[in-house]
């Protein structure tokens, strides 16, 4: 595999068993080891399938080579910046054309086009926050695993690796480092295929790989040694952090953490639509006719393929005559970064409009956002029973959305609510959709809004805020003081 070298054309990249080794400092003397026996034995045949390159990765004649983006495979970063211009226009209009999305810790694949290599595997890393560090340790050792297993199913001899973690995501270096270095030995101890694994960057970011790589690729029996100095950890066997207060949940399929924490939602989710059911069979027949029953593993399969066909759909049709209304939009993030979406119920004329499309485009437009926290903000003003849409509609929505929808909203917001509409809303979050009862909030002002989300942040219809003064007075104009 070549690589542009320090003259006018293309030079080898150097293996990793070629590399000079640093010097070693004696600890023997000074403290005890960390590790009885090394952890990552001398291997020298390992070293010749690993290297660590400093350069664009786009120069790289390799099979394969790997890009760091987002769900939607649009994000601006380096690494993606530099893949999507070498590549061509083509590359773009692939990924808009398909409509490719990918998940946190998961990966896809596109032609190279216009680059010297065949493939581009695109990853998602998760973002790093220090309340849920387990979590994104390993959605990052996913990362990494899935791209070198990928390259192994295509048969890619070569794969250039990026550093998966840009700097908007905030993994301290360190920790990233370690994940993918593990990550890679585990799998080349293990498989052969591909034959050269690269880890390319920057010089700030491989300064970090280079000072570790010597835990995991030693060069010598001697360097092996005295890396027991050293603390890291040896993983388990796919290199994925193992963390002893969790080991009980610890399950054989390695992609099965999230869907298990799922599943446990999911389950107390049921539970509660049970509770609720039984609640309301002992109150009347009439309510019972009301309910739905609880949902059960079958039916939320068919509901998924249901979704799946729907968004299809909403992908494909022109939904136009919805969207020109204006009811339904995002507005901003509140104080948490979360996205805030907006539904005006005066501009929702069920007289006028074909509910069906109203799904499609409720899908179309919550679909990307719905991935990771948000928040809604429901607007009654001034909204009449011309506006309320049927139950028989809402029990469809809620039904048809997947559980990523309810586990992810984090607050609904009712603002200038009427009486009728508090108890709608307590007989639908009550015996149809416990699963979002917590969340729900009325609030008399669209001021109260002010203590969870900045005002440049929400964009509402001039009768709103007009209404809102003549209810709670002119204080809905006094500065924004959590902003200052």
Not at 332 to 344: A, K, M, Y
Not at 431 to 441: E, L
Request: glycine share 6%; proline share 8%; hydrophobic share 40%.
């Amino acid at each position: 595999m070549r690589g542009p070298g320090p003259g006018s054309g293309p030079g080898p990249v150097a293996v990793w068993a070629a590399a000079p080794a640093s010097p070693l400092t004696d600890y023997a003397s000074r403290a005890p080891p960390a590790h009885a026996t090394p952890v990552f034995p001398y291997d020298d045949r390992i070293n010749q399938r690993f290297a660590i390159w400093q350069g664009d990765i786009t120069e790289l004649e390799v099979d394969a080579i790997t890009n760091t983006t987002d769900e939607t495979l649009s994000e601006c970063n380096a690494v993606s910046e530099r893949i999507m211009l070498a590549a061509g226009p083509d590359l773009k209009e692939d990924i808009i054309t398909r409509g490719y999305e990918c998940r946190t810790g998961e990966v896809l694949v596109t032609p190279g086009f216009g680059l010297k290599c065949r493939h581009i595997i695109h990853t998602v890393s998760p973002k790093y926050v220090p309340k849920y560090h387990t979590a994104a340790e390993s959605s990052l050792h996913n990362c990494y695993k899935n791209v070198l297993y990928k390259a192994g199913e295509l048969g890619a001899r070569s794969l250039a690796l990026c550093v998966v973690n840009t700097p908007r995501r905030n993994f301290p270096p360190d920790v990233a480092a370690h994940v993918a270095l593990r990550t890679i030995r585990r799998y080349l101890e293990q498989h052969s295929t591909p034959t050269l694994v690269v880890v390319c960057g920057g010089g700030a970011e491989l300064g970090v790989a280079r000072a570790l790589a010597p835990l995991y690729f030693p060069r010598s029996a001697r360097e092996a040694d005295a890396a027991r100095w050293r603390p890291h950890d040896a993983g388990g066997p796919a290199g994925e952090p193992l963390h002893p207060e969790r080991r009980i949940r610890i399950i054989h399929n390695p992609h099965s953490q999230a869907e298990r924490d799922g599943a446990e939602d999911e389950a107390e989710e049921d539970a509660a639509a049970e509770a609720a059911a039984a609640f309301a069979r002992a109150c009347s027949p009439d309510t019972q006719r009301l309910l739905p029953a609880a949902p059960r593993p079958e039916r939320r399969r068919c509901d998924q393929d249901q979704y799946e066909r729907l968004l299809r759909r909403a992908r494909s049709e022109d939904l136009s005559e919805i969207s020109g209304i204006g009811c339904l939009y995002q507005s901003g993030v509140d104080r948490l970064g979360r996205p805030v979406v907006v539904f005006i119920g005066k501009w929702f004329p069920i007289a006028d409009i074909d509910l069906d499309k109203a799904l499609l485009y409720l899908i179309k437009l919550l679909d990307p956002i719905v991935r990771g926290d948000y928040v809604i903000a429901y607007f009654h003003t001034l909204a009449s029973s011309n506006n309320h849409p049927p139950f028989s509609w809402l029990k469809e929505v809620y039904t048809v959305l997947p559980y990523k929808y309810k586990k992810n909203l984090k607050a609904f917001y009712i603002v200038h609510p009427t009486f009728w509409t508090k108890m709608m809303t307590w007989w639908f979050t009550t015996f149809m959709a416990p699963a979002i009862k917590a969340k729900v909030q009325s609030l008399p002002g669209v001021e109260f809004l002010y203590s969870v989300m900045p005002r440049d942040q929400l964009e509402v219809p001039a009768f709103v805020t007009e209404y809102d003064m003549t209810i709670n007075g002119l204080h809905y104009f006094q500065p924004d003081t959590n902003n200052t």
